[in-house]
T-cell receptor
Framework: KNEVEQSPQNLTAQEGEFITINCSYS?????LHWLQQHPGGGIVSLFM?????KKHGRLIATINIQEKHSSLHITASHPRDSAVYIC??????????WGAGTKLIIKP | KAGVTQTPRYLIKTRGQQVTLSCSPI?????VSWYQQTPGQGLQFLFE???????NKGNFPGRFSGRQFSNSRSEMNVSTLELGDSALYLC??????????????FGSGTRLTVV
């Protein structure tokens, strides 16, 4: 069992739909990261959470420390949101443990 | 401010050769981490450097090495290349060693193809 698990692995939705990507982890963490990777490889750090909820534009990230679970939500999804979304946990040694990623495709 | 710069962007090498990749972190960032991304294995941690010292190392063979210079620029070297080393190599910079309350900024990566 991986220490950081994401679901779903693949997600296809229509433009405008509300998107939720889930991340569960089994290790103690200092922070939980959500990152976005576009075709071509560039990775952008979206959020870093240690508690509660953060919002940036149409993106919302939440974390429940007790349940060891985090979610990334995208409101009013757009084709340009199509990317791989990766959750990564910083363990107690501050090393990143990566989820496998969720490939999101938003159709116009 | 300038982002994290990785060079070269693309590289094709032959089995048995060696390769050096470069990463220039954001100005003022002192920590540089390296990751390998392959379709089968996802993102895997290679090593992290802080103030010219290797602080952490992932589970990679000794053919993979790195260093960091006094200006925080980092290089990673892979010797005796194997076909399986074909991957996207990403570096990330952060202000201090370990992310703690600080985030990472990633470079665009170097795509290495070994033929």
């Amino acid at each position: 069992k991986n220490e950081v698990e994401q679901s779903p692995q693949n997600l296809t939705a229509q433009e405008g739909e509300f998107i939720t990507i889930n991340c569960s982890y089994s290790v103690g963490i200092s922070a939980l990261h959500w990152l976005q990777q576009h075709p071509g490889g560039g990775i952008v750090s979206l959020f870093m959470l240690s508690s509660g909820k953060k919002k940036h534009g149409r993106l919302i990230a939440t974390i429940n420390i007790q349940e060891k679970h985090s979610s990334l939500h995208i409101t009013a999804s757009h084709p340009r949101d199509s990317a791989v979304y990766i959750c990564a946990a910083s363990d107690s040694n501050y090393q990143l443990i990566w989820g496998a990623g969720t490939k999101l495709i938003i159709k116009p | 401010k300038a982002g994290v710069t990785q060079t070269p962007r693309y590289l094709i090498k032959t089995r048995g050769q060696q390769v050096t990749l470069s990463c220039s972190p954001i100005s003022g960032h002192r920590s540089v981490s390296w990751y390998q991304q392959t379709p089968g294995q996802g993102l895997q941690f290679l090593f992290e450097y802080f103030s010219e010292t290797q602080r952490n190392k992932g589970n990679f063979p000794g053919r993979f090495s790195g260093r960091q210079f006094s200006n925080s620029r980092s290089e990673m070297n892979v010797s005796t290349l194997e076909l399986g080393d074909s991957a996207l190599y990403l570096c990330a910079s952060s202000l201090y060693y370990g992310t703690g309350d600080y985030g990472y900024t990633f470079g665009s990566g170097t795509r290495l193809t070994v033929v």
